[in-house]
């Protein structure tokens, strides 16, 4: 079974700036497509932003130019930066891997943006 740490996330002012982390073990690392999905009160999981094993990056929308997904190959971990945080940002991001053509998620962590 995919198991997927996170951490980060928490009460930020608009403008501001977090970080989220997720890792996983080495042999699903070296192989997942890592990414961020978010998910509101009342709305739906909604992709943030994806990271491919060889580095590729999609981002939606709503985050370019403000967020970055990054991979640390030897901790085994991906990486959301997040800045220029919005209001709308407010929501459980979930962790999201990849592997074998199964979806694995997180536990997920809140991330809030007050305004």
């Known amino acids: 079974q995919v198991q997927l740490v996170e951490s980060g996330g928490g009460l930020v002012q608009a403008g501001g700036s977090l970080r989220l982390s997720c890792k996983t073990s080495?042999?699903?690392?070296?192989?997942?497509?890592m990414g961020w999905y978010r998910q509101a009160p009342g709305n739906q999981r909604d992709l943030v932003a994806t990271i491919t094993s060889l580095g590729s990056t999609d981002y939606s929308d709503s985050v370019k130019g403000r967020f970055t997904i990054s991979r640390d190959n030897a901790e085994n971990t991906a990486y959301l930066h997040m800045n220029s945080l919005k209001p709308e940002d407010t929501a459980v991001y979930y962790c999201?891997?990849?592997?074998?053509?199964?979806?694995?998620w997180g536990q997920g962590t809140q991330v809030t943006v007050s305004s």
């Open positions: 080495p042999s699903v690392f070296s192989e997942a497509v």
């Open positions: 999201y891997a990849r592997y074998n053509f199964n979806n694995n």
